[in-house]
Nanobody, 124 residues
Framework: QVQLVESGGGLVQAGGSLRLSCAAS????????MGWFRQAPGKEREFVAA????????FYADSVKGRFTISRDNAKNTVYLQMGSLKPEDTAAYYC?????????????????WGQGTQVTVSS
């Protein structure tokens, strides 16, 4: 079992940057593949990025590739999402999620553990 708490959301102008953090409980953080998802009003939750437990493999949705960077600090049980060149269409609630193992999945249904979400609003 792992509990996740996101932070770092807020209001930012288009072109700006934000860094989201997700702190995890538990002593086995490194066994979990960590993902970031987002959900805009009236839309389905969508994959943003994921990183394996070792931190040496990261994956991104095409919509954020080159603008967002996912990273993790296993000593701090924390995963980060550095977001740059933000666009109004990046506005959403952002969630971190965890699944055990190394197999990547972009489907929210394959992640059993979720945080409560943090809102990111990008103004034009």
């Amino acid at each position: 079992q792992v509990q996740l708490v996101e932070s770092g959301g807020g209001l930012v102008q288009a072109g700006g940057s934000l860094r989201l953090s997700c702190a995890a409980s538990g002593r086995t953080f490194s066994i979990y593949l960590m993902g970031w998802f987002r959900q805009a009003p009236g839309k389905e939750r969508e994959f943003v990025a994921a990183i394996r437990g070792s931190g040496n493999s990261a994956f991104y949705a095409d919509s954020v590739k080159g603008r967002f960077t996912i990273s993790r600090d296993n000593a701090k049980n924390t995963v980060y999402l550095q977001m740059g060149s933000l666009k109004p269409e990046d506005t959403a609630a952002y969630y971190c999620a965890a699944r055990a193992g190394v197999v990547l999945s972009t489907s929210p249904s394959n992640y059993p553990y979720w945080g409560q979400g943090t809102q990111v609003t990008v103004s034009s």
